[in-house]
């Protein structure tokens, strides 16, 4: 299987491909929000206009939203990553009992039907009295997200060698003093990867955070279907792109850091 | 490992456990017992009132076996597809890890980011008959008019919904599956390669039991995603036959509470769906779990 | 519960004007048209600040029956301070928070505009068959009309019925669709009962429910529509969800009609850039249906005065007049009754309006002619299961 001549042309083919999966979309939806009445069947808009892109952004309703969205997402991926990381390094441990009921537990959601799941949680929430509010979204979010910080954290735990603690104990280091000094750093990495995942998995919620904010907790990916239902190519692009720029933080914190961590 | 292993579970740990177990677990859980309970016709949880009513009238309504096998076509179909896609991907990937492998992984983790609705959105924008790739045709002079340009997206065979859950998910699983284990995955390759084990005997025998316990689990999410999700059937299905997990959330949200009752039903369907699959899934696969290379299989973490 | 006084008397407008200064209003209403979102908040909002010290909070809402979800499940709750204060509604969806008794009574004819309004028009002082009563006060009007391109298709060749439209259809195979009845599909709702209308004879006897003649006259449309299946858009095989997807559908030629119910025809449509600007509206010679929409206020709004306050700015004169030029991008009709402004300078407001409709616009007297009421509300429910039944045969 080896042809180290063909494969020298190629060297560039699988990641130029999966860019132009990826990318032409995005892509699209990014020359829908700058231009206006561009029909079938010009391949590209005959002008380009920031006036969508400014109104929409400008808007009041999508600054609210926007940060709504950053409300739940920052408290999510704060709750999550403080309760996964105490578990996590319990869960790391290299002779653990009763791991794989835990592990159970926390894929449950992932296996349950989404809309089932959205709206039971509904219905959970209704009974708490919480449905319709930023803790009812909040506690919905976790759901999905606190697998993931978990899943990452662990397996930064695995990684991460327990004797630099141990030494740093005998050399007297508390417990606080352990954790900022040794853990926190060896693991910068591995917690960023987390927050930035936790992060995006909430933001992305549109079932879930329509059923649990009953309407009334407004986000983007929100807003975007409501406009699906307008059907404004320049305000739909707009929003979408909104929708995805968190997408980015993944993107840029990609490498092999980023790749090794993410592993159920 | 030099240090002393605790074996036993503290009290302390209990409790650090239980800070993620009870949001999750006991959540999905209760929603699960109240979603059963509505589905039954209980308001609150007393079994002693079951009612199957919801069921039978859900089963029974004309359609309803033509969007359950519509829903099930598609799970099935995005699944296998993105399975295949995913463990070639990944054993191209990992008999030659290297830069390039590691630039199209990032590229493709920028897409896991992508929110489901924004996706959905984006692929009705380049593949509907007067999208994006349709104008590319007709600038091409290859068409005329929307209507003589294949139906990809909208269709009745779902293909858009399966081609959304592909190209979603085959990240999710390479993702899940490969990185934890890939150097070591490596380095078995290559000593089944030295001793002239054919590529295909490699992926069979070494590199799918090697990622299965992390695969297989990611692929029953999968599944379970792509016979349950509501955003990609929502933007990208038809009218008829739309998916059971699209009648049930509009049923869901209907002022009608019976139908609220049997949009439970709905999804309990689903559930019992996932499960059968999920189950069968692991019987298929239980080969790679007992054979091939043992001593590359553990996913769990291993110790440094 | 706040403050301001506990009984708020709708009658005592100085009093009404009092309470409402500080409050928010929470107004849920369909969200999907950017354009008359932005409609809403620049227009009402800045005067609703200025004027009246009153926050405008728009809630934009995937479809209305979200806002009537949030209330009954606020009701199931015994929720008394609710997070509705307005809803933009009409039809099923008013029917349904009445006849649950969710609807604060007493306000809307007493409403210092309301006497711009002939509550004695049958299509204002009910809604799909339902009593009005003073639970809500209109805010515009709309009328089902089609959209074609001036490009693409001359005048003269236009259907003008829905037997001429089946001609139409059949000798333009594939270049016509409707969007299918049901949520979201508000619209093909209409079209279909506007079929029943001209196959019964006439909308006058649909305007109280009566099964039997839903059961008489249901098989003969289940039938036309079945004619027309084959000649439509991908054979009738599937429709558009919403109009959105028929705008795009028609802006990008794949169909040659679409559909809008906007005074100004295809004007918003043109200025919200969804179609060519070469989009003209027009009608059938009769049975156009026609409607008014209205606000209401839930019986556990918080914010009660304040609403009213908004309710009462829709129909100021000065605010209909704006409602209905091209550019500013609402486009629905008046729901008032220019005759009964007085002011002149209001009067010469609504004119002058009235004059900017554009060449977009259906001829004013086309759509005089062809204007009937819609049927009973009961019939809204039996159309969409019936077609979701008889032409898709699924859920």
Redesign the interface.
């Known amino acids: 299987m080896s042809v180290p001549q063909s494969a020298r042309h190629g060297r560039l083919v699988t990641p130029l491909a999966a860019v132009l999966v990826v990318a032409t979309p995005i892509a699209i939806l990014a020359l829908a929000a700058l231009s206006t009445r561009w029909f079938f069947p010009d391949p590209f808009p005959d002008s380009l206009t920031t006036e969508h892109l400014s109104k929409i952004l400008g808007s009041s309703t999508t600054r609210a939203s926007i940060a709504t969205g950053l409300l739940v997402s920052a408290t999510v991926t704060a709750i999550a990553l403080l309760v996964s990381w105490p578990a996590s390094r319990v869960l790391a441990r290299p002779h653990m009992p009763g791991r794989a009921v835990i592990i159970v537990l926390l894929f449950l959601p992932s296996v349950l039907p989404a809309v089932g799941l959205a709206m039971g949680i509904d219905i959970v929430l209704l009974r708490l009295d919480l449905a319709g509010t930023y803790i009812g979204v909040v506690i919905a979010h976790l759901v999905p997200t606190i697998p993931y910080a978990v899943a990452v954290l662990t397996a930064g735990f695995v990684r991460h060698d327990r004797r630099l603690e141990a030494q740093a104990a005998v050399l007297g280091a508390n417990d606080w003093q352990r954790l900022r000094l040794v853990t926190l750093p060896a693991l910068r990495g591995t917690l960023l990867v987390a927050a930035a995942l936790t992060f995006v998995v909430s933001w992305s919620q549109y079932l879930l955070t329509v059923l649990s904010g009953s309407g009334r907790v407004v986000t983007i990916t929100m807003l975007l279907f409501s406009a699906l239902s307008g059907g404004n190519p320049s305000t739909i692009g707009v929003l979408a792109l909104v929708a995805a720029s968190p997408a980015t933080i993944l993107l840029a914190l990609a490498g092999r850091q980023t790749t090794e961590s993410i592993a159920p | ?3 002393a ?5 503290s009290r302390a ?1 209990l409790l ?2 239980s ?3 009870v ?3 006991g ?6 017992v ?2 059963l309970a ?1 589905s039954l016709g209980a308001d609150e949880v007393r079994w002693s009132t079951i009612d199957l009513s919801a069921y039978s009238d859900v089963v029974t ?4 076996w ?2 359950y096998w519509f829903s099930l076509w598609i799970a099935i179909a995005g699944t296998t597809i993105a399975a295949i896609g995913a463990a070639l991907l990944g054993f191209a990937w990992t008999r030659r890890a290297d830069r ?20 959905a ?3 009705v ?2 593949l509907s ?4 790739i ?3 045709t ?2 091409a002079g290859l068409i005329d ?3 003589q340009f294949p ?1 990809l997206v ?3 065979l779902g293909l858009g919904v399966i081609l959304h859950l592909v ?1 979603k998910e085959v990240p999710f699983l390479l ?6 284990n ?1 150097p070591r995955l490596r380095t078995s390759l290559g000593q089944a390669a030295t001793l002239g084990a054919s ?1 295909r005997s490699q992926l069979r025998h070494v590199y799918l039991p090697g990622v299965a316990p ?1 695969f297989v ?2 692929l ?2 999968v599944f ?2 792509a ?5 990609p059937a929502a ?1 990208l299905g ?5 998916t059971l ?1 699209v ?4 049923w ?4 009608d509470l019976r139908l609220r009752d049997q ?2 039903a709905l ?2 369907i ?2 019992a769906t ?1 499960a059968v699959a ?1 189950a069968a899934l692991l019987l298929v696969t239980r080969h790679w779990w007992t054979h091939g290379s043992q001593r590359h299989v553990r ?6 | 519960m706040g403050v301001g006084p506990s009984v708020l008397d709708p009658k005592d407008w100085e009093g009404v004007l009092v309470a409402a200064r500080g409050q928010s209003v929470n107004w849920y209403l369909w969200g999907g048209s950017e354009s008359i979102n932005r409609f809403v908040d620049d227009t009402y909002g800045p005067a609703l600040k200025d004027r009246y010290g009153v926050t405008l909070r728009r809630v934009p809402i995937a479809d209305t029956v979200d806002a009537v979800n949030q209330l009954l499940a606020e009701d199931r709750a015994g929720t008394a301070d609710g997070a509705v204060d307005m809803i933009w509604i009409n039809g099923e969806n008013f029917s349904t928070l009445r006849t649950a008794g969710l609807l604060y009574d007493g306000w809307a004819r007493t409403l210092p505009n309301a006497s711009l309004v002939n509550w004695d028009n049958p299509a204002v002082a009910s809604d799909f068959g339902t009593d009005v009563g003073s639970m809500e006060s209109p805010w515009s009007s709309a009328q089902f009309q089609l959209v074609y391109d001036t490009e693409r298709t001359a005048e003269t060749d236009l259907p003008r019925s829905y037997a001429a439209l089946l001609d139409w259809a059949c000798a333009n195979t594939g270049r016509f669709t409707y969007i299918a009845p049901g949520p979201g599909g508000f619209q093909g709702t209409r079209f279909v009962k506007g079929a029943l209308f001209e196959l019964s004879g006439g909308a006058e006897q649909w305007q109280t429910f009566d099964q039997t003649l839903w059961d008489k006259w249901a098989p003969r449309l289940w039938d036309y529509l079945e004619q027309l299946r084959p000649c439509l858009w991908r054979s009738g095989k599937t429709y558009p969800k919403d109009e959105s997807e028929l705008h795009r559908l028609f802006a990008n030629d794949e169909v040659d009609f679409t559909i809008t119910q906007a005074a100004v025809g295809a004007g918003a449509l043109i200025a919200d850039g969804l179609v060519p600007d070469t989009a003209k509206a027009f009608v059938f010679d009769t049975n156009s249906i026609g409607d008014f929409n209205y606000v209401a206020i839930p019986a556990n709004a918080t914010n009660k005065a304040a609403a009213m306050v908004v309710a009462n700015l829709l129909l100021a004169p000065e605010m209909q007049a704006r409602q209905i030029v091209p550019a500013n991008g609402f486009g629905l009709g008046y729901a008032i009754d220019p005759n009964r402004v007085t002011d002149p300078t209001a009067r010469q407001l609504l004119t002058d309006a009235a004059a900017q409709l554009g060449p977009a616009a259906t001829d004013p007297t086309d759509l005089a002619a062809s204007l009937v009421g819609d049927a009973a509300a009961a019939y809204q429910d039996l159309v969409e299961t019936g077609w979701r039944q008889a032409l898709l045969g699924g859920l």
């Open positions: 490992m030099k240090l292993a605790p074996t036993r579970l740990d650090r456990l800070l993620v177990v949001p999750v677990g959540l999905s859980l209760a929603a699960l109240d979603a509505t309504r004309s359609g309803f033509e969007s390039r492998g590691r630039l199209t992984l990032s590229i493709l983790q920028f897409n896991l980011g992508v929110p489901h609705l924004v996706w959105v984006a692929l924008a380049v008959p007067s999208g994006w349709a104008r590319l007709a600038w008019r929307p209507n139906l909208n269709d009745r190209t993702l899940a599956s490969l990185p934890l890939g590529p992390a689990p990611a029953i999410a379970a995603y016979l349950g999700a509501y955003e933007v038809v009218q008829q036959p739309r997990a009648v049930a959330v509009e869901f949200r209907d002022p949009a439970f999804a309990t689903l559930l996932i999920g996913v769990a973490p291993v110790g440094a």
